[in-house]
Each structure stands twice: as C-alpha cells, then as structure tokens.
Nanobody
Framework: VQLQASGGGLVQAGGSLRLSCAAS????????MGWFRQAPGKEREFVAL????????KYADSARGRFTISRDNAKNTVYLQMNSLKPEDTAVYYC?????????????WGKGTQVTVSS
C-alpha cells in the first residue's frame, strides 16, 4: 500500500487546514487509517485513527474536539480536518494504514506533509 499525504501549509493560530491522504496498491477498505505527527525534537505521536468502514474513530487528547478524521472509500482517501489550530500543532503529519483497528502499530506509512501554525 502506498500512501501520499497532502494539504499541509502555513496557517495562523485559530485557523483550519484539511489534510488528505491518497492510498493506492491495496484494497483501501480493508485498512484502518491513521494520522500521526512529529514535531522538531520530539517523537512521533498518534493523532487520530479511523476504522475500515469509517464507523469508529479514536483521537489523541490533544486532537479531540478540534480535529476530525474521515474517509471516502470510493476515493481511497482519508482526511484530517484540523480546526482551532495552535502553534503546538506544528509538525510533520503522516498518514498510515494497518489491518487492525485495535492497535497503533501501523503497517504502512506515507511521506509526511508539513503543518506550520504561526502565533
């Protein structure tokens, strides 16, 4: 499975961005899809995960209430809508896939997209 994230950019605090991740090379509907991020000097951390059907989602505490993960299986794409962005959301955001919604041990990773939030 190949994953390509896009939609990052520079935004002011309080603004919004929508990230997209297009998947290819596999049956998209068989995979749970997630978003992770890595800020400079920090370890990569979990942001959000959505089940194969889109019926269930999990969020990190830092994302809950501000970010929404969704997917369109017809388009082989997963999204991360980010609202009320804060400078501490600045990071490289990665999408990832695995077959098991009950783990964050992901099988496939895409290249990241940079999100920068200015104060």
């Amino acid at each position: 499975v190949q994953l390509q994230a896009s939609g990052g950019g520079l935004v002011q605090a309080g603004g919004s961005l929508r990230l997209s991740c297009a998947a290819s090379g596999g049956t998209f509907g068989n995979y749970a899809m997630g978003w992770f991020r890595q800020a400079p000097g920090k370890e990569r951390e979990f942001v959000a995960l959505i089940s194969w059907s889109g019926g269930s989602a999990k969020y990190a505490d830092s994302a809950r209430g501000r970010f929404t993960i969704s997917r369109d299986n017809a388009k082989n794409t997963v999204y991360l809508q980010m609202n009320s962005l804060k400078p501490e959301d600045t990071a490289v955001y990665y999408c990832a896939a695995n077959r098991n919604y009950n783990t964050l041990d992901m099988d496939y990773w895409g290249k990241g997209t940079q999100v920068t939030v200015s104060s």
